[in-house]
């Protein structure tokens, strides 16, 4: 597991969003730092969102992949973690 914690991880996310809140849990129960955006007040967080035309939450960013929506397959692939 020592690698999921070597590897950058951002979360694009909503306060009402319950697949954002279980993929923080399972970020934070598997030991991985992550640097959250919430998009109900972060003008960047927003604008990322807005360039690459998401509008499926969570956008779970590890190391450079890019992963929309609540695929807890490919969090854990991305991490390491299979």
Excluded: W
């Amino acid at each position: 597991m020592g690698a999921a914690k070597d590897v950058p991880v951002q979360i694009y996310t909503m306060p009402t969003c319950s697949y954002c809140r279980s993929v923080k849990e399972f970020l934070r129960d598997a030991g991985v730092a992550y640097q959250e955006f919430n998009l109900e007040h972060d003008k960047a967080g927003q604008a990322f969102m807005k360039d690459r035309g998401y509008t499926g939450l969570p956008v779970t960013v590890i190391g450079g992949e890019e992963i929309v929506g609540y695929d807890m397959p490919r969090i854990k692939a991305a991490l390491g973690l299979v």
